[in-house]
């Protein structure tokens, strides 16, 4: 969209076009917008409490992989969690968590591979 940022009735309307559920509610009851900076002020200014819900590094050290859960499907909703964690973790931290919070039957097999970038170790 960067270039049609001068155009501010089609951002308007590609916005609009992008909301579902409640937020075509809010949208719709919304009055006295006439730019798009003004559009995304009100936006986030009416959703910023999902911002303080985000995930934190104790969320994501709770984890633990289900007795039933294959190593992939356990990386694959660490990564999910991961990406919604606010502040952001730095890459130790993610190899560090990870371990700490997979089966021991896995986490004895991954400690070779523990120097390991986080996606490497994940497509082990």
Known sequence: MTAY???EPLLIHCFQESLTGPVVVWYMNLRGISTFSELADAFIQQYK??????????ELQAMSQGD???????????????AQVRPALEKRE???LFFETLSPF???KM???ATQKFTNIVDT
């Open 111 to 113: 400690f070779v591979v």
């Open 49 to 58: 409490y999902n911002s303080y819900l985000a995930p934190n590094r104790r």
């Open 94 to 96: 993610v190899n560090e």
């Open 106 to 108: 896995y986490s004895e």
């Open 68 to 82: 039933k859960e294959t190593f992939k499907e356990y990386a694959q909703r660490f990564i999910q969690k991961l």
């Open 5 to 7: 940022r001068d155009n």
